[in-house]
């Protein structure tokens, strides 16, 4: 695993910035990581964070988690906190205020009335539908709109009046008076106001008009004081018109605008409105459902910060668009846990086993590694009796050769503990199998057998009077398409066993003490972290991955 995360990668963007420095172009790198708070943060976002945070970072300089919040009618103060804590999570050196678009709305509304004065902005009448059918499309140039040749004093007093409250929502809209011919759409006079008689989380009732995206961005990086503004490719189109009204605007600053392909992950949405849709409608729990593909959700998950940022660490930084394989994620998390988490025993789907020839009411105690990878781990105490559980999945009836699990008549080592042998099956009126009768081997407590016979199976259990009881929650993708987005309705894609929720599982004793965060190897089955659910009474455990790649057979599943 790379160790320097956010450390100096070669890739396009990082040329320039070091270009820019030697050329003597900037002094001071500060960049900026930008998200509209109408959403959580999602892996995506994390290349985005990772790259601003890191380019800083290398180049000393610094980055700003800034809110392009213009469009109150989908932001939240729920979503303001969420992103401020994910993005603390990420430990990605962020360690100052967080800055608003909003900071600067008095100023954003100056340089408007400028604009006005210069002749280069003006108030439109023209409806929503009206303006699109003005605009033109791709082959045909767009129509000017009639007022478009209206006095400045005129669209000076509209313009006042559309602040002060004075007409409806949507009535009328400032408009930059560019080039309705121009062949990049977005230089085609866009709205730079539009009135929205919605609260806005910071700035509460103050404005009834707010400025657009494009209008707010630029000038907030400009103001910021931004030298490079990193962003995905979709902005490329929406430079030009950043350019125009830093050209035609009293601001010194000129942002460098670079733009990189965004992060697509196989069996993943990563757009905002499909990952609102999938909370709006209840498709999962939350934002922070763990099978989301947003930080919170990860988090919740278990998954680790570091896991996150040696993920990205390993994407590259292009204007090449492509999908990057889920698997990939998967193998840093396990990766990265494999290193640290505590080994115990659970049993998922627990079958009792009782050893007949062991004494009733007498408890042994056996040390048993916390992790193999790590002797400084060191061990843990781990209670054996003469009832336990075992995993159903561990003993089959008729089972073939290859089975080296248990079955009647053969042996197996019960992990740290005996060589335990199936002498009898007992079944319920339905033919279930609902308990095992076994004899122990007491020559083989924690080692071989003295008369060196081999047992190929090696089974993790509980001590059934010890035991404390969990449900477990295994996760697996949540669609079944490589691409659900391009599907025609994505929400059809949804695999509908992605949550399983076990009942009474059966854990050793010392899980009843894991931490918050702390993720733990469920010996044989994968890596377990408690839910925010759980508590004293009722323990709660998610599947952050299973050991190998559960991904590939939750797939064939589906
Ligand atoms: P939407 O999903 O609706 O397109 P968004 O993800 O672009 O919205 P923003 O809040 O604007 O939402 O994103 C903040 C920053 O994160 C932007 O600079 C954006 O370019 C970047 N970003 C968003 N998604 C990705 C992604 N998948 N990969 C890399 N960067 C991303
Ligand atoms: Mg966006």
Not at 200 to 216: E, K, Q, V
Not at 449 to 461: E, I, N, Q, S, Y
Not at 474 to 501: C, Q
Not at 541 to 547: E, K, P, S, V
Request: charged share 30%; aromatic share 8%.
């Amino acid at each position: 695993m790379k160790e320097n995360i956010l450390g100096s990668v070669n890739d396009f963007i990082r040329d320039r910035v070091r270009s820019d420095l030697e050329e003597g172009e900037i002094n001071t790198v500060v960049t900026r990581f930008p998200p509209e708070p109408n959403g959580y943060l999602h892996i995506g976002h994390a290349k985005s964070i990772c790259l601003n945070f890191g380019i800083a970072a290398e180049f000393g300089g610094i980055c700003n988690l800034r809110f392009d919040d213009t469009n109150p009618v989908k932001e939240d103060q729920e979503f303001i906190d969420a992103i401020q804590a994910d993005l603390q999570w990420l430990s990605v050196g962020w360690d100052r205020q967080a800055k608003y678009a909003s900071d600067n709305f008095e100023q954003l509304f100056a340089w408007a009335k400028r604009l006005i004065e210069d002749g280069k902005a003006y108030v439109d009448d023209l409806t929503a539908v009206e303006i699109r059918e003005y605009r033109g499309t791709l082959t045909e140039p767009g129509r000017n709109s009639p007022y478009r040749d209206r006095e400045i004093e005129e669209n000076l007093a509209l313009f006042n009046r559309m602040r002060d409250g004075d007409f409806e929502d949507g009535s009328r809209v400032l408009r930059a008076k560019i080039d309705m011919a121009a062949g990049n759409i977005n230089l085609r006079d866009p709205v730079l106001y539009r009135i929205v008689r919605v609260p806005h989380p910071r700035t509460g009732d103050s404005w009834c008009i707010y400025p657009t995206y494009d209008f707010a961005h630029g000038q907030t990086d400009a103001i910021e004081g931004i030298s490079h503004s990193l962003c995905t490719l979709e902005f490329e189109d929406h430079r030009p018109l950043y350019d125009w009204l830093i050209d035609n605007l009293p601001v010194t600053a000129r942002p460098r605008q670079y733009e990189f392909s965004r992060l697509n992950m196989s069996y993943t949405v990563l757009s905002k409105r499909r990952l609102t849709q999938l909370v709006e409608e209840g498709h999962v729990s939350g934002w922070d459902d763990p099978r989301m593909p947003t930080i919170s959700g990860l988090r919740r998950r278990g998954v680790p910060a570091l896991a996150v940022r040696d993920f990205i660490s390993r994407l590259s930084i292009s204007k090449s668009e492509g999908t990057v394989d889920a698997a990939m994620l998967e193998h840093c998390i396990r990766d990265s846990l494999n290193q640290t988490s505590m080994r115990r025993m659970a049993v998922l789907r627990p079958l009792k086993l009782v050893i007949e020839n062991y004494p009733e009411g007498q408890v042994e105690e056996f040390q048993s590694a916390n992790n193999p990878q790590d002797e400084s781990a060191g061990t843990r105490v781990v209670p054996f009796s003469r009832e336990i559980w075992i995993e159903r999945d561990d003993f089959m009836e008729d089972a073939p050769k290859k089975f080296f699990r248990l079955s009647l008549g053969r042996e197996v080592r019960l992990r740290s503990a005996y060589f335990v042998t199936c002498t009898e099956v007992i079944k319920d009126a339905s033919g279930e199998v609902i308990e095992l009768r076994c004899t122990y081997d007491p020559e083989t407590r924690g080692a071989n057998a003295p008369d060196g016979r081999k047992v190929k199976g090696t089974l993790h259990w509980v001590s059934a009077a010890h035991a404390v009881e969990a449900e477990v929650r295994l996760y697996s993708p949540l669609f079944a398409d490589e691409n659900p987005g391009a599907a025609e309705n994505f929400i059809s894609t949804l695999r509908s066993n992605s949550l399983e929720v076990l009942k009474s599982c059966k854990l050793e004793p010392m899980l009843a003490e894991v931490a918050d965060g702390e993720v733990v190897q469920f010996e044989r089955l994968g890596y377990f972290c408690t839910d925010p659910d759980s508590s004293s009474r009722a323990l709660v455990f998610n599947r952050t991955i299973g050991l190998r790649d559960t991904f590939a057979k939750a797939m064939a599943k589906r």
